[in-house]
């Protein structure tokens, strides 16, 4: 049987990967990013208080590296008299590629990209010593939990670690539960995260936020298949029609429509490292 680890990040390393979830991204998230405004909103006032000089920043698994560029120029615009430096870790030459290109939108960043395997890295990186951790959705794919203890040594005593991941039984998470079926192993997810981290005595601070997207009757059959063919790893063509109906199915009934157009919600759960008091959920 296959694993689903391994499978995740061979189909990040390809185009076709890349452009899948992008894709999916364009249909739930507004060309403004959601999910990079709540953090901006909510998240990153937490991470920088009393903070002076250079700020070093790590983003674990950053993808083509948009919600990066977006939330620096975010903090350097915040806080003018700082300085950012950026560590970049990638798995994905695509996506390496890709951020190499746009790393020029914030040139007031020092950025450093390894396109590497975190677990293959880290033991450099604790050296660094980082002011802020970022794990945006690239958690599934970790070989096991000992990675949190690894991750956790890569900050100051002050610094900071930002998880962010579907919440559990979300609406993809109930998604990915019928279409995982069959691999050998199962994605890491923000429960087996919280789990390890009170295992090892580490508090942390969660909250759930709602990501709402919507979908018109004439654009059904094509952001359907964005959403299933990325959460798929591009199997989506290739399951039966039976579990394909059965899917498509579920998905419909997740939704509640509305003159002619069906709004979703999806839950997404961010945990920071230590616990943030103003922030809902303190768990350890
Ligand atoms: C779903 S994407 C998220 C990208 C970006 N953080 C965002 O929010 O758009 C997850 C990324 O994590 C990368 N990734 C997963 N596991 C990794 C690991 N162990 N080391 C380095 N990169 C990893 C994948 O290649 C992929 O680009």
Known sequence: MASIKEGYNQFLDTEEG????????????????TLVKTLNN????????????????CDIGGGDGKRITHILSFLAQQYPDLEFELDFVEQSKYFCTEFEKRKAEIPE???TVYHNLF?????RLVKRSYDIVFLIHSIFAFQDESIVAKIHSLV????KIVFISNAQDSLLAQLKQKLDQGYADKRTEIG????????QGIKYSSFIFDTKFCISQEDIETSFYKILNWLSLGRYQRISSEKAKEIKNLLISLGE????????????????????????????
């Open 18 to 33: 890349g452009r899948a979830y992008n894709e999916f991204k364009d249909v739930l998230y507004t060309p403004g990013d």
């Open 42 to 57: 909510e998240v990153a006032r937490h991470l920088l208080s009393k903070k002076q000089g250079k700020v070093k920043i």
């Open 109 to 111: 960043v020092e950025v």
């Open 119 to 123: 677990e293959d890295v880290v033991d």
């Open 156 to 159: 100051k005593r002050e610094g």
């Open 192 to 199: 087996d995260i919280k789990k390890a981290l009170s295992a």
């Open 257 to 284: 429509e509305k003159d002619g157009v069906l709004n979703f919600t999806e839950q997404e759960e961010v945990l920071i490292i230590p616990p943030v008091k103003q922030l809902v959920n303190a768990g350890s």
